[in-house]
C-alpha cells in the first residue's frame, strides 16, 4: 500500500494533541505499521520523501489529534492524491497508527524495521533479515551470478541471465529438478556490458551497449560455448545510461530503450529517450514512446497487451524529487514527459518553461525519489493467491546518492485497469539502516508459478514461493 498522508500540507499551526501515551506494545505495533506502509513516502524518520514530512511543525489541515487523524487515515484526502484506508486498515490499526504521527507520538516507540505480518525468510544464505507476507517464502535459487541483471526463462526452465561489468551471458541450469539450480554456466564473456537477454523463437538475443547479438536453438546449445550472430550493431554507444534492456513483445518484434546520455538534457529529436522496437533480424527500426529518461525494464499486461514500465528520476534535485515512475503505454507514440517534466507533476528546472506538465502522459504510480526501479513483472502464474495474478511487481534497485536510502526492495502494484489502487512492499530487508545485503534487479515468473528475483550486488537469483504456511 503507498500510504500518502499528506499532513504537512493540511491545516494551519500546530495544535498540542493531548492524549496519553500508547501502551509500549502498541507503540510498537505502530511504529511497524508506520515503516512496512508509510515511510516510503513521509521517510523513515517522518522526515518527507515523495509525501510531506510529518516531523516538522506546520500542520495545515485541522488539529492532529487522534480523531482528525484517523478520519483522515480511513477516509483519504482524494484531492491531495492519498486514497482512503478504512477497507484496508482497522479501527485498532488505524488509531495507534494517528497516535503514532501526531506531535509526541513517538516519543516511548522503539525502533522497528519495515516488515510485513509474516513468517521470516529462513535463517540461512543472509535471508533471516528478508520479511515476506505471510504464507510466502524466499529461498536462494541461484549464486555466483556475477552482477546478475535481466533475465529470460525458457520453456525448458533454463534461466538465462545478462550481466553488468562482468561482461557474461549466464545459463541458470535446475538438472535434478529440486527448485536449486546445480550450475551457472557462462554461455559467453568479454561482452560490453549485456544487461539484456530476452527470448524469441529458441534463439536468445542479447542487448550489450551498442549493439545486438543472436544465439540460435539456446537450449540446445548453451553449454558449448556457441556462436552467435549480430543482429543491430548501430545502437547508440553512450555510457551515461547507455546500457540497454531488450524484450520480445507480444507481437512478435524486439523492444529495445535508448536512455538519456545526460542527467537532464534536451535531445527530444534525436533517438534518445525513447523506446523503439525491432523485427527480430533488425529490420523496421521504429519508435514506441518517448519522453523516457531512462528505463530499464518492461513487460506486457497478459490480457490487454499494453506495455508498462520503469522510468528513473533526475538526479540534482534535492533528497525528494521527483519521484521514479511506473506507466503504461496503451498506443505508440505517446509522450512521458523527460527532460521537460518528471514525476507527472514536476517542471524541471531549466527545460520546464519550454511544455506544460500537462502535455504529456503522466505517470500510473509514483513509486518514490530515487528508488530506481528496473525490472518488473505481471504475476502470470497460479501458485500465488489470485490477488496476485495479473498484478505487477516492481524491482527497486536503491537510491545510490541520498541522504538516506530508500529502495532496496521489491514492491507490488495493484491495479484496476491501466490505475494504481495500491502500491505496498512485498519483499523487504535488503536495507537495514545503512547496511545493505541486496539490490533486486529483475523478476521473471518460472513455469511452477514461483517468482525469480535477480540481484547484483549479492550476485544471486531468489526463488519466491507461496505455501501458505
Known sequence: MKFVLPFALLGVGLAAAAHAAPAANQVAEAARLYQNNCASCHGVKLEGATAPSLADNQWIHGTPNRANLSKIIAKGLPDKGMPGWEGTLD????????????????????PAKATHPSAPARADDGL????????FSISVYAENVDTARSMAVSPGG???????KAGKVYAVVDENGDKKADKVVTIVQGLDNPIGVTLLDGALYVAEIGRVIRFDAIDRTYANKPAYEVVKDD?????????KIIKAGPDGKLYIPVGSPCNTCDRDDEVYSKIWRMNPDGSGWEMVANGIRNTVGFAWHPVTKDL?????GP?????????????????????????YCHGGVVPDPKFGTARSCAQFTPPVAKLGPHVAPLGLAFYTGTQFPSQYRNQVFVAEHGSWNRTQKIGYKVSLVTLQGNQEVTTTTFIDGFLQGDDV????????VAADGAMLISDDHAGKIYRVTYTGK
Open 437 to 444: 545485503s541486496g539490490r533486486p534487479v529483475d523478476i521473471a
Open 235 to 243: 545502437l547508440p554507444n553512450d555510457k551515461w545510461h547507455g546500457e
Open 315 to 339: 538526479d540534482e534535485m534535492g533528497d525528494n524529487n521527483p519521484s521514479c515512475e511506473l506507466n503504461v503505454a496503451p498506443k505508440t507514440g505517446l509522450h512521458f514527459g523527460f527532460p
Open 91 to 110: 479501527k485498532a490499526q488505524i488509531a495507534p497508527l494517528a497516535d503514532y504521527v501526531a506531535p509526541g507520538g513517538r516519543k516511548n516507540a522503539v
Open 158 to 164: 533454463i534461466v538465462y541471465v545478462g550481466s553488468r
Open 308 to 312: 508498462w514500465f520503469t522510468d528513473n
Open 128 to 135: 533471516a533479515r528478508l520479511t515476506l507476507p505471510k504464507g
